[in-house]
């Protein structure tokens, strides 16, 4: 399953996010484990999944805690890498940065990939230049586990068991009781491309209704220059009276 951007309008260097269908596959294993020199973060057990990351001090909103690094890679070698997992292992590491980028965090990853999702984000993902970085939203206390809100793809066409893998137990009060994304990739297409099409047919509506606009804005300037042409005569004849 392949991680998207929590933030995509925050995007630079003309870079979209662009979310991919979803990797159901385990990662590889990584080569760095823990939080490294990172002074924001701890590396530990977590009560929501496996191991999760924890403040190691107070951490103001809006603070760039990490970077979300790993191997750099095309879709089409995500694909391939994993293909050959076990289908009842949703757990990944792939995060997609644009149509042509994924980062598999499972190779060379850090801290950064230990983050768990959260329906109560705490945390948000931002790219730029290409970079995928971890931000708070809010102050973090000494001890919270960070989390963010994973929108993981998928399609309608998916197969339901497989999507049951992505159930979350973060144990919020809002909880939508799944890491996916809240519309599937396929409908969010259909839907952008309705609503492209929609605005492309207004557009040449209004290109067709334009030229009669400016016939009629020149009739209207035709008359107020026939009006302005007797104004002077008048006036003029007024003056010879006196």
Known sequence: MKKTPTSPRRTQAGTQAAPHHAHMRRAQKATREGAED???VTVRQSKIHGRGVYASRRIRKGTRIIEYVGDRISHEEADARY?????????????????D?????GVGGNAARFINHKCD?????????RRVFIEAIRTIEPGDELGYDYQLT?????????????A?????????????????LDVKKRRKAKAKA???????TGARTKPQTKAKTKTA???RGKAAKKKPAARGGKRRKA
Do not use: Q
């Not at 289908?87 to 644009?98: E, S």
């Not at 929609?198 to 040449?204: D, E």
């Open 221 to 223: 300037v035709a008359k």
């Open 101 to 105: 980028i994924c980062i598999d965090a």
């Open 121 to 129: 984000a705490n945390c948000e993902t931002i790219i730029e230049d």
């Open 154 to 166: 998928w399609e309608t066409t998916d197969d339901p068991e497989e999507l049951k893998l992505y």
């Open 83 to 99: 293909d050959a997992k076990p289908a009842d292992d949703g757990h990944t590491f792939l995060f997609v940065v644009d149509d």
């Open 168 to 184: 979350c137990r973060c144990g919020a009060a809002n909880c939508r009781g799944t890491m996916l994304d809240r519309e599937a």
């Open 198 to 204: 929609k605005s492309k047919a207004k557009s040449k």
């Open 38 to 40: 990172n002074p924001y």
